[in-house]
């Protein structure tokens, strides 16, 4: 349809001529109240915000030094933060000549990500960024638990035959 006779029948209609389409060929339009549309629009980008989850990383320092209780203390809270759903960025700085022993940093970080196990997943390998050796953990994907509901039996489990009493020498009272 020409764009003017269009316009001309969204005006008889007390309406807009608004376009849905600007890319198509020919451009796509519809006749509707323009204040509606942008209403409608607005209210269904409101709703995919809401639905949306906004993932935070948080961060775990070790350095070349940790001690066991610290290295466990750093552990725990890496597992928790996983547990949130939030990703974990651990990260070990070099001070001076530490930068000799890199295999020692590479071994606390992989061993991080052994003893974290199931509760994530790597999603950067160690790489070192100049001074800093990083790796980042993301949490799995939860399975979701299915209850399942006791099975009932259709016969009815045997009921235990009733005693009789046991006649004895002595008299009752």
Known sequence: MIPFEALKMARERMLDLV???PNAVPPVCKIQDYGKFLYEKDKGE???????????IKEVKFSVTVDEHD????????IRFLGDG???KASLR???RQ???RDLGYK??????????????VEFMPRMEGTTLHAIIAPTKK??????????DAKPAPVAAPVAPVATSEPQA
């Open 19 to 21: 376009e849905i389409s």
């Open 71 to 78: 290295y466990q203390t750093k552990k725990n809270m890496a």
């Open 99 to 101: 930068m000799a022993h």
């Open 143 to 152: 399975a979701e638990v299915v209850v399942k509901k006791p099975v009932v």
């Open 46 to 56: 409101r709703a995919a915000r809401k639905k949306q989850k906004v993932i935070t």
């Open 94 to 96: 070099f001070k001076g």
């Open 108 to 121: 606390i970080v992989n061993r991080l990500i052994m003893d974290i196990g199931d509760a994530g997943q």
């Open 86 to 88: 939030d990703k974990v």
